[in-house]
Nanobody
Framework: QVQLVESGGGLVQAGGSLRLSCAAS????????MGWFRQAPGKEREFVAA????????RYAKSVSGRFTISRDNAKNTVYLQMNSLKPEDTAVYSC???????????????????WGQGTQVTVSS
């Protein structure tokens, strides 16, 4: 089992920045690829960003590429999502998730993630 707890959400004006953190406990954090997903009211959950267990590979949704950066500190069992140039359409509950690495490909599919946090609310005002 891996327990994941997100923090860092809040209210920010458009154009502002936030950094989300996801702290992991339980099984070895370094053994998992990590992802961030978000879900806005009335919409389906969508992929945001993911990072391999080593931190060497990252993937981003087109909607956030160039604005968001995912990183991890395996010594601190924590994954981060730096969000810059935020837009009102970024408003959502952001959740982190852990996936068992497979075939060297960092997955963007929510169904392939094994563990999930409860989420943290991000609200961007216009």
């Amino acid at each position: 089992q891996v327990q994941l707890v997100e923090s860092g959400g809040g209210l920010v004006q458009a154009g502002g920045s936030l950094r989300l953190s996801c702290a992991a406990s339980g099984r070895t954090f370094v053994g998992y690829d990590m992802g961030w997903f978000r879900q806005a009211p009335g919409k389906e959950r969508e992929f945001v960003a993911a990072i391999s267990w080593s931190g060497g590979r990252t993937r981003y949704a087109k909607s956030v590429s160039g604005r968001f950066t995912i990183s991890r500190d395996n010594a601190k069992n924590t994954v981060y999502l730096q969000m810059n140039s935020l837009k009102p359409e970024d408003t959502a509950v952001y959740s982190c998730a852990a996936a068992t690495p497979s075939r060297g490909v960092v997955t963007t599919l929510g169904r392939e993630y094994d563990y999930w946090g409860q989420g943290t609310q991000v609200t961007v005002s216009s």
